[in-house]
C-alpha cells in the first residue's frame, strides 16, 4: 500500500534528520500539552528560526498554564516583542485562563472544544490533535501544503483550494506515530522539499513523487489579494521625545502605542510632498506620509522620553516610522 510505504520512509528519514528543537523535548504530559500549545501560536506565521529563541524565553518566564493566565499584559507583550501579530499573545493568555479554569489546566482534546479556545483556528485544533493527542489528523501548514502540491502535481486553481487540499492530504496515510509522522511531514517540507531549489537528492519519496518525474517543481498558490491604504502620520519629536496614541481607531495594532495618524485619500497621497514610505501589514499595503511635526499636539496621548524606550512595549511598526522621521528635518 502507498501510503504505508511513504509514512514508513518518511518516518524512518525524519529519525535521522530531525531539528533539535525546544519545544520537542517535554518533560511532563503537562508540560508537553503547554508547550505544544505556544509553540503552535508563535509558529503562525513565523519561522522556526525566528521561533526558537522566543520559546526559550517565555518558557523560562512562563513554565506553565497558570503562569501564563496570571501574567500581566505589559510583562506577556515584552516577552513577544519583535514577534508581531501581537494578538495571538493576547489569545494564548485567554486560552490559558480557560484551560486553567475549566479544563483543569489540561489541554482539551476535541476539535470542537479545541477550536472554541481563543486563537485556535481549523488548523491549530488539527496540530494539537495530532501532535499533542497522537489522533490520526494531518494539520495543512504551508509545509504539508508543498509536500502535498508537488507528489500529487497539483496545478489547477480547483485542485489548490484548501477545501480540495484537505480532502487530498490523506494521500499521505497515517501512522501508529501520528505525533512523530505529522511532525517528519513538516519537516521534509521545511528542511527537503523548499520552496525553491527543493534538495530531492536527500527526499525519501521520490519515487511516489510527480513533480520529480516531470521535473517541474513550480508551486502554484491561490492569489491573495493585497489591500491597498493611504495614511498620514503625525510624528511629534520634541528633543528626546516623542508623542504617541494609543491605538483606539485602527484594527491593526489595537491597543498598542503609534504616532497619530488617519486615513486619507489617494489623491491627497499622492498629491503630498512629503516623505512617504509603505509598510505591509498582513494583506494590507499601508502607503503613508510622514509628516514630521515639532509642535505640542492636540490629541491625548503620552510623551515618551527616548531614553525609557524599552519600557514601554512598542511594535515594529512604530519603530519603523520613528527612524525614518529621524533622518527628515
Sequence with gaps: MISFNISNKILHWYDNN???????????????????LVS??????????TVVPYFNKFIKELPN???????????????????GYYSRASNLKK??????????????????????????????????????????????????????????????PDEISKTSLMEKVDFFGHSNRQRDYVQSLMELG???????????????????????KYKDFKIKKK??????KYFESKVYINKNKIFLVKNNKFNFLKNFFIFPMHEINKNKFISSKLEKTEIKLSNIIMKIIINKRNNCPKEKGLFLNLKKIDEIILP??????????????
Excluded at 40 to 49: D, P, R, S
Excluded at 66 to 81: A, F, P, Q
Aim: charged share 30%; proline share 5%.
Design 223 to 228: 492569489e491573495k489579494k493585497n489591500i491597498i
Design 316 to 329: 515594529s511598526f512604530t519603530k519603523k516610522l520613528y527612524k525614518l522621521s529621524q533622518n527628515l528635518k
Design 65 to 83: 498554564f497558570v503562569k501564563l493566565s496570571n501574567v500581566s499584559d505589559k510583562k506577556l507583550y515584552k516577552l513577544w516583542e519583535g514577534l
Design 18 to 36: 530531525k531539528r533539535d528543537l525546544p519545544w520537542r523535548k517535554p518533560k511532563s504530559l503537562q508540560q508537553s500539552q503547554y508547550f505544544t
Design 95 to 156: 486560552a490559558a485562563n480557560i484551560i486553567v479554569n475549566k479544563y483543569k489546566k489540561k489541554l482539551p482534546n476535541t476539535l470542537k472544544e479545541l477550536k472554541e479556545l481563543p486563537g485556535i483556528g481549523e488548523y491549530t485544533s488539527r496540530a494539537i490533535l495530532s501532535l499533542e493527542f497522537n489522533k490520526k489528523v494531518i494539520p495543512l501548514d504551508g509545509n504539508i501544503e508543498r509536500l502535498l502540491k508537488r507528489v500529487l502535481y497539483l496545478k489547477r
Design 190 to 212: 521545511a528542511l527537503v522539499c523548499k520552496p525553491i531549489d527543493p534538495k530531492c537528492n536527500n527526499c525519501p519519496i521520490t519515487k511516489y513523487c510527480s513533480s520529480f
Design 40 to 49: 503552535e501560536i508563535m509558529l503562525q506565521q513565523t519561522q522556526v528560526i
